[in-house]
Structure formats: C-alpha cells, structure tokens
C-alpha cells in the first residue's frame, strides 16, 4: 500500500480533525506512526493498540498516546486505534493528501542517487525537475528527467508548482543555490550539503549531514571502547584505599604515582596516574579527558 492517499481520493466523513499547531519533536515522530501504520494495514490489521504501534515505531506507548491525542485520536479502551482513520488523520496534518512537487539541485554521486530512488513517490514526493551547473552534466537523463541549468530554476519552478528544493551540491555552492531556490518562490529546503544555510523567514530548512550522523556514532563506539577497557575492580587492585596504603608494586600513596581512575562523560572513567598532593589527596596529571 502507498503512503500517499491518491489526490482526490476522499476520506471518511469525520475522519480529519482542524490542522492542529504541533511541537517539532511531535511532527518528527508522525512519519514513524506513519510507516508503521500502512504496515499493519498491509497485514491486515484493522486495530492497533498504543502498545502494539508504539513498539513498531519504536517508541514508549505514553509518548504515542500523547502525540496522537493533540490529532484529536484517543483511540477505544479495550480495541485500540482504527488503523485507516489514524492514517488518514496523520496524512492531512503532514500535508500528504496532495502528491509535492520537488526540485533536486546537484546531480553528483548524492544527487544522482537520490534522482533515482523510487521511494520518494510512494510518499507523497515527486521529484519534478534535476538542475546542475556543471557543463558535462547538463542534458543527461536520470530517471526520465533531463538536468537543466540552474539558470532555469525560476522557469520550472513556476511550472511545476515547486515549493520543497533538494540541495545536494558542495558546500561551498549551497548558500548560492539556496539563494535561488528562495528567489524562485521554493519555501521548504532539504540540505544535503554539509554547512548552515541563512534564508529569510518563512523559509523551513532540514539539515542531512552524514559525517555528523557519523561522528556521533563514533563517540558511542569511543565510550564503548573505553568502558570495555577499564579494569575489573578497582580499589585495591587500582592502588587506592589498600590498608596498607601500598599498590600492587609497593610503592605507597604519599609518595609515588599511583594507578587512578578519571571521570569521563556519562559516568565512564578512564586509566590514568594521579599523585598525592600536599593534604593528602589526589590529583590527575595525565588522564585522558574524552568529549571535551
């Protein structure tokens, strides 16, 4: 099944509450409800309880409860939620009972891949129009459409009813292209390119920057990777509060280094030295401090 309701297509009478003025946390989670929804209509389920959608969008039951209720959906107690009304009510709030109209700018290695996918059209998007400034590139044909020249932006734009532009350009080009898609009336930017765009009011930006994606799955992998490198116990085998107030090597607190531990975010800690200070207690002098 689509996840786009055709144009025209009614629903039932009743069925859309008045377009509700929602959180953005609100309207991020939508198209997960969403997802999962035409999924259990597709196996034939014609309920849902809070429970059973919340774990297929992989979210707590309250926080759904919550969401769904500023739609004006509070389901049935004891049957659950009908699963065709709530995908018709989620559709008329994210505005996908019209198919949108969207021009991709950029057709490199990100921009062709993304003129090709097949995905967008089942979800309400059409890609309408490829543009690029590169000569090489100009006339070639990705999935039915010829790239144009960015020049002819407002022209297209104007045709086809454009109001959502893709960039997926270098960064160094995407404030310029921006600027044109702005100038050609496009109100709604998804920026692919990895830098912060300035637009007038009025205008939505989304940002997709994989390395960023990237990075932060890489502090995840560091924490883990200094969790799992810790010693098994400490105390007595790390040197400190032996009764002796010896470490492992015989050397005592007061006078030498000894093994430590260090706070790291998240409540982590990392192997470092420490010495005694003068009062007896202990300082760091060269643990290694992460996600600073």
């Known amino acids: ?74 389901g049935t107690r004891g049957v659950g939620y009908d699963v065709a009304l ?40 059409r890609i309408a129009a490829l543009f690029d400034a590169d000569p090489a590139r100009l006339g070639e044909v990705i999935n039915g459409l010829v790239v144009r020249h960015i020049d002819e932006l407002p022209q297209v734009a104007a045709e086809e009813s454009i109001a959502i532009g893709v960039i997926a350009t270098p960064a160094t080009a995407a404030q310029s292209v921006a600027d044109q898609l702005v100038a050609a009336g496009v109100t709604s930017i998804l920026n692919f390119a990895p830098c912060v765009l300035a637009v007038p009011d009025g205008v939505d930006v989304r940002k997709v920057d994989l390395a960023i994606e990237l990075q932060i799955l890489s502090f995840h992998e560091h924490r883990k990777a200094a969790l799992t490198g810790l010693p098994a116990a400490a105390g007595p085998a ?12 015989g ?18 800690a990392a192997t470092g030295t420490t010495e005694a200070t003068p009062a007896g207690t202990l300082r ?8 600073s």
């Not at 003025?21 to 014609?46: F, I, Q, S």
């Not at 400190?240 to 470490?247: A, K």
């Open 1 to 74: 099944m689509s996840q786009h309701r055709p144009v025209g297509t009614p629903g039932r009478a009743g069925a859309v509450p008045a377009l509700p003025d929602l959180p953005e946390a609100t309207v991020a989670r939508l198209p997960e409800y969403l997802r999962a929804l035409h999924n259990l209509a597709e196996t034939g389920n014609d309920t849902v309880s809070s429970e059973e959608l919340a774990a297929a969008a992989g979210v707590n039951s309250a926080k759904l409860r919550k969401d769904l209720s500023q739609l004006g959906s509070y």
């Open 86 to 125: 709530l995908i018709d009510q989620i559709e008329f709030v994210l505005g996908l009972t019209q198919s949108r109209a969207v021009a991709l700018v950029g057709v490199g290695n990100l921009g062709h891949a993304l003129a090709g996918y097949a995905g967008f059209a089942g979800r309400g998007f």
């Open 238 to 249: 790390a040197g400190l509060g032996s009764p002796n107030g010896t470490t492992p090597n």
């Open 251 to 268: 050397t005592t607190h007061g006078g030498a280094a000894t093994a430590g531990l260090t706070a790291l975010p998240g409540g982590l």
């Open 284 to 291: 760091s002098t060269n643990a290694e401090a992460v996600g």
